[in-house]
């Protein structure tokens, strides 16, 4: 049996390396273009910020080492140009002798990847994307020779084009970031990501959204808001799209997502020819719909399944919750499942809850505040999606939320989840089981919620708003309207409110669930502000462009 795989990072490698575990009789040749095989590209961004500083570390395995420990036979600087899918063959090009040649296959798997887009196609100022070692060569040559004050733009606010601002932004480089959408981070909803924003601004960040490049010539970039610019060099980080060309030439078939389609088992519509990675439409797990998520855990696991697969296991894919996590400076984000922009625009019931607790026990020296949002089906409070922004501690968090999604654990079921508890790590009340205790109280409607978008509304038809927290955090910014009775005043002064229905707020909402309890029980018609002054005040921020403090 002779496997030709196309691709040797990601998904490729681990194809190769899971068949050689299961058939040491197995023929297994990798073609990979670049010269490079098996490097951790997510190391990249942190190599050109001097974290990594060693880059042979980054280089984890070579064509020898692969043939000493696997017996695969790897050759880099290979390009597969065409594949014959009747004859089972492809064509070879050798990049560094010129040759072509042809390669018979019994099976063949594409782990191609995905392809850069371009905003700054054609620039005149040295540009490149952040994609492979020799990417991160490159712009650490830049850094390294660049005059007084240097300046880059960063086209781009997702995951990798982030990891580029921090990591420049360590070598003193000054960064514009330029994002199309509204909001960088776009996988995230809105009120999640402005302290993200704040924070790149408070470290000399210029951030820039809704807006793009629309030209670059004679050394400047002209952004489509009539704003120039002239930095010194572009990282452009504005996304990728699934390499399908050969796919395409082959004739096999595209799904409506772009990407490769390939059935539970990664086959194509070709059955002697597989295909993993980010140039493969996954299952959305929420959906059972196709999506491109471009996540190197998907493009490992697919390829270890796929080769399962061919050596004769009933393996399949697992569906994806795109799970993702990104670290900027010391700030953390981190999301799974749907996001509420993904929901509405779906027309997908969902209930939210935003919480913001602290990562350990307060009474812990170092506890930091992370600010927690859970999407919730409210027919059967199954878990659609989650977010988390703050410090130490959401990555544990996201990924307690992406077990209890994979294991079909409900939101309410979160509070009765058993986790690892010491004053370090946790409080008694994890974040986690917060969550689930706030879900249940609404499930069960012990506490009804509005959100912050819903204020405005509710207010206008009506309503008064107290915020229960002290005089002194009233003092120090409120929202306009509201009425200030601290929460432990409340029982005495019920009297002075006024009729109809009330909505309460605190700081983060804890305070306003005990209000709202209270006022319930005397017969008030009340709702709780949820995630408190703190949601209200970051939603605010994207809708309006006032200053808003955080605490
Ligand atoms: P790749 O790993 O990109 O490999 C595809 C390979 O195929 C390439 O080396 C390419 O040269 C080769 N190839 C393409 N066409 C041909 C051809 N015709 N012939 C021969 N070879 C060909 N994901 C995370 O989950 N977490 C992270 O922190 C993270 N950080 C990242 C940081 C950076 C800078 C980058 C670029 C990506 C990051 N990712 C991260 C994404 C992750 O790396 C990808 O999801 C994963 O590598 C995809 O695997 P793949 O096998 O599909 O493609």
Not at 159 to 173: H, M, P, S
Not at 396 to 423: H, Q, T
Not at 430 to 435: A, G, S, V
Request: net charge negative; with cysteine; charged share 20%.
């Amino acid at each position: 049996m002779k496997t030709v795989i196309v691709g040797g990072v990601a998904g490729g490698m681990s194809a190769a390396t899971r068949l050689r575990r299961l058939d040491e009789a197995a023929e297994i040749i990798v073609f990979e273009r670049g010269p490079y095989v098996s490097y951790a590209n997510c190391g990249l961004p942190y190599y050109v910020g001097g974290v990594i500083r060693d880059r042979s570390s980054l280089l984890l395995q070579t064509p020898q080492s692969l043939a000493s420990r696997f017996r695969l036979d790897v050759r880099t600087s290979h390009e597969v140009r065409a594949i014959d899918a009747a004859a089972r063959t492809v064509t070879v090009l050798d990049l560094a002798s010129g040759d072509t040649f042809v390669e018979g296959y019994d099976e063949l798997i594409l782990a191609v990847g995905a392809t850069a887009r371009e905003a700054a196609a054609g620039s005149d100022i040295p540009t490149h994307t952040l994609r492979t070692v020799e990417d991160v060569d490159a712009i650490g040559s830049l850094v390294d020779a660049a005059a007084d004050n240097p300046c880059a733009l960063v086209v781009g606010g997702g995951f990798i084009g982030l990891e580029a601002v921090d990591n420049l932004v360590r070598r003193g480089i000054h960064i514009t970031l330029i994002q199309r959408g509204p909001h960088i981070l776009s996988p995230l909803d809105p009120e999640m990501v402005v302290p993200i924003e704040a924070h790149l601004r408070s470290h000399g960040v210029d951030v820039r959204t809704s807006v793009t490049v629309d030209t670059v010539q004679a050394r400047t970039v002209l952004l489509d808001d009539g704003i120039t610019l002239r930095p010194d060099f572009i990282v452009d980080a504005s996304g990728v799209t699934p390499s399908v060309d050969l796919t395409r030439s082959a004739g096999l078939t595209l799904g409506t997502t772009g990407g490769i389609a390939v059935d539970a088992r990664n086959r194509t519509s070709d059955e002697h020819i597989y295909a993993v990675g980010d140039g493969v439409e996954k299952v959305d797990a929420l959906s059972g719909g196709r999506a491109l998520v471009t996540m190197a855990g998907l493009a490992n696991r697919h390829g270890r399944s796929v080769a399962d697969v061919i050596a004769g296991r009933d393996e399949r894919n697992t569906p994806a919750l795109g799970t993702a996590i990104v670290k900027v400076f010391d700030r953390v984000a981190a999301i799974v499942g749907w996001s509420e922009r993904q929901l509405v625009s779906a027309g997908r019931a969902h209930r939210m809850i935003h919480t913001h607790p602290s990562s350990h026990a307060t009474y812990y020296p170092g506890a930091q505040s992370m600010s927690m949002k859970l999407l919730v089906d409210p027919d059967t409070d199954a878990i659609l999606g989650a977010q988390i922004v703050g410090g130490e501690g959401v990555d544990k968090r996201i990924d307690v939320i992406a077990v209890a999604m994979a294991g079909g654990i409900s939101a309410s079921g979160l509070a009765r989840l058993e986790l690892a508890y010491a004053p370090q790590f946790g409080s008694a009340k994890d974040p986690i089981n917060q969550l689930g205790y706030v879900a249940d109280n609404l499930r069960t409607g012990t506490t009804r919620a509005i959100q912050w978008h819903e204020l405005e509304a509710a207010l206008d038809d009506g309503a008064t708003l107290i915020d229960v927290r002290t005089a002194a955090e009233y003092a120090a910014g409120s929202i306009p309207g509201a009425i200030n009775i601290p929460v432990d005043a409340l029982r005495d002064r019920v009297g002075e409110l006024p009729d109809g229905p009330l909505v309460v707020h605190c700081q983060v909402g804890q305070r306003g669930h005990t209000a709202a309890r209270i006022l319930a029980q005397h017969g008030r018609d009340v709702a709780n502000l949820d995630g408190g002054y703190r949601t209200w005040a970051a939603g605010c921020v994207t809708q309006r462009p006032v200053a808003l403090a955080y605490s």
